[in-house]
């Protein structure tokens, strides 16, 4: 139960000597990270599999004890409401995603997703409500791995997205988004984007090395760079490795080689912001001595600067037309999402580094290479994010790791940007 309102408000001094409990921070990590945890010392919760289940009902559960009601929507998006003192505020959420990669790392997603929980469980011990009510929230499927694109129910939520493209998208093998919700209990009957909020505050670890090269703690996060998927199909023809001369083959794989070396060959030429990467490959029908008649592979192109991404687009058709005449074989490029670069609101970034500052942080200002669900929130609600370092930079990787000292850092800025934006002053706009 959420605690009896304390008759006045902790004086301010009272509110800005509130710190989260590293330990407890920690190990609620690792005993998420335990679900799913791979033999290199990684998770594998894919999306709406049954680890993903389990990790959800432990979060659950943990909210629960600290004084949250639960409520989950069409696409599986949870939200741990902590009560507020003025039922007319909009709340404001704090949150990530629980869902991993499938070589994930223990803190990717799931330090925003419990740094939120850390906040209210500080402020319940404490028996501290704010005015506005605060959102624990765990996003479905942001990492995009099983299901394509990724971000896709904050994005539903946030209209980019509509919910039947989203409920329709299928894994590798066929299962859809819709179906595993409903296998795994998680199928809400709140419409996707009925929820609102007044602000939007995500914690999570930089997956870059910046932060950690410059000796800093926190950082504040001002908007991330843009993106575009493609799935590109490559068709030649199957034949026998031994008995078809060399010229005249129609080879999907060298074809697509050649892809792949131009798409780094476009990211180059955009230097140094732009990245271009293939991560999936399916050859078929895959076999040693049968020339690849088919060959499908994605594409992540991704710029700060939307009209760069456009040339990279450009050049990747120019590229491909010539694939296609070189080689003989049949080229389809889809685009399958295209998410232009994301500035976060002013008052949210101001109030991350208002509690940076006042927690006395060193910190600085950057734009996120890696693309979150507050990337898809911001374009509906106001929305900032707070990044902490992590070893190396390396993420989505099995060996991703933090510090505690750095989390601890990364949650209490939380904690205060969300009493500066949920408390007396209330950013929650009015219903
Ligand atoms: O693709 C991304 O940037 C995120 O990790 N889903
Ligand atoms: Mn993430
Ligand atoms: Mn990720």
Known sequence: MPPEVPPEMPSADALRALRVNRARLWDSIMAMAEIGATAAGGSC????????????????????????????????????RYPGRDTGRLPVGMGSHLDTQPHGGKFDGIFGVLAGLEVVRTLHENGIQTAAPLEIIDW???????????????????????????????????RTVGGELQRIGYAGSEPCGAHPLGAFLEAH???????????????????AQGLRWYDITLCGRDSHTGSTPMPGRKDALVAAARLIQDAEHIAGDFAPHAVGTVGELQVRPNSR????????????????DQAALAEMDGQLAQRVDAVRRARGVEIT????????????????????????????????????????DACQVARKVPTAMIFVPCAGGISHNEAESAEPEHLEAGANTLLHAALNLAGEAGAGGRR
């Open 140 to 174: 479905t499927n942001e990492e995009g791995s099983r299901f394509a694109p990724a971000m896709l129910a904050s994005g539903v939520y946030a209209g980019l997205f509509e919910a039947d493209f989203a409920l329709t998208r299928a894994d590798a093998d066929g």
């Open 289 to 304: 001595n049968t020339i690849p008649g088919e060959v499908r592979m994605s594409l992540d192109f991704r710029h700060p």
């Open 205 to 223: 670890i930089e997956q870059g090395p910046i932060l950690e090269r410059h000796g800093e703690v926190v950082g504040v996060v001002t908007g």
């Open 333 to 372: 490029v889809e685009e399958i999402w295209h998410n232009p670069p994301v500035h976060f609101d002013a008052k949210c970034v101001a109030g991350v580094q208002q509690a940076a500052d006042q927690l006395g942080y060193p910190n600085r200002r950057m734009v996120s290479g890696a693309g979150h």
């Open 45 to 80: 919760r894919l999306a709406l599999t049954d680890e993903d289940r389990a990790g959800r009902e432990l979060f659950t559960q943990w909210c629960r004890e600290s004084g949250c009601d639960i409520r989950v929507d069409q696409l599986g998006n949870i939200f741990a």
